[in-house]
């Protein structure tokens, strides 16, 4: 028989290393990924960049097969908790009706910053110049980022408001393990005046919008403005995921 194991010395003294040092956005390699697999140290993450996140979960589905280091991507949030949320509502149809859901739309809004920093701005500056990746008929397809927005209710708490399409990750990865051929993300904002300022940013060159040294000295600078705006408006997260079968309502 054959055995094998790995002693604290050899990989140091962590057994577990979570990375949540982003800005992901604009980023084509996961050092901090690399560095674990190569130590042999299990990985957690919270990336919400579609392209970082799905070359970073090929490359841990690969090593953890080979390895049995655990890998995990996209833990955060959304994406995230949104991830469950659609799986949830997706096996509840496929309880109900024994059917794959032909759509998943999940929606995410947060008042001022929801309490987040400079980070998550200059994130959201980031992706407002990343093509919004969709799936359509079980393709993907790429539209403009805050666009075609919708009004949706997010509960008696917080009531009915706008979100716009942006990029995440889940997007593909419901297409890709659920199996289901529509899905799309949204995101909104409050008070309505940053949604309007994010449309008109969109517009910005994306070698501007790109710029993640530029972006996060704009985050920097704009923090103080959105902290007073929290004090007015107060700071609030909701997330709605739904999946709908077509001819059979929504779950």
């Avoid at 403009?144 to 990029?167: C, R, S």
């Amino acid at each position: 028989s054959t055995s094998t194991s790995t002693s604290t010395s050899e990989r140091g003294p962590w057994d577990l290393v979570v990375h949540t040092g982003g800005p992901f956005q604009q980023k084509r390699e996961n050092e901090v990924l690399d560095a674990c697999l190569e130590a042999g140290i299990a990985y957690i993450d919270v990336c919400d960049d579609t392209e970082l996140a799905l070359s970073s979960k090929r490359k841990g589905d690969q090593v953890a097969k080979d390895k049995g280091i655990p890998v995990l991507i996209s833990t955060g949030i959304w994406p995230g908790v949104s991830a469950l949320m659609a799986k949830k509502v997706a096996m509840d149809i496929q309880r109900e009706t024994g059917h794959t859901p032909t759509r998943i739309d999940m929606n995410f809004y947060t008042a001022g910053t929801g309490g987040a920093g400079a980070t998550i701005l200059s994130a959201t500056f980031l992706l407002l110049c990343e093509p919004v990746r969709i799936m359509l008929g079980g393709k993907q397809r790429t539209v403009k980022p805050w666009t075609a927005n919708q009004i949706i209710d997010f509960g008696a708490h917080v009531g009915e408001k706008p979100t716009y399409l942006l990029d995440q990750p889940e997007v593909v990865m419901c297409g890709e393990y659920l199996g289901v051929p529509n899905v799309e993300s949204r995101f909104g904002t409050a008070p309505d005046a940053w949604n309007q300022l994010f449309k008109a940013i969109a517009l910005l060159p994306a070698s501007l919008l790109s710029d993640r040294d530029l972006m996060q000295k704009f985050a920097v600078f704009s923090l103080p403005i959105v902290r007073l705006v929290d004090a007015l408006v107060g700071s609030t997260n909701a997330m709605r995921v739904d999946a709908t079968l077509e001819g059979e309502g929504d779950s």
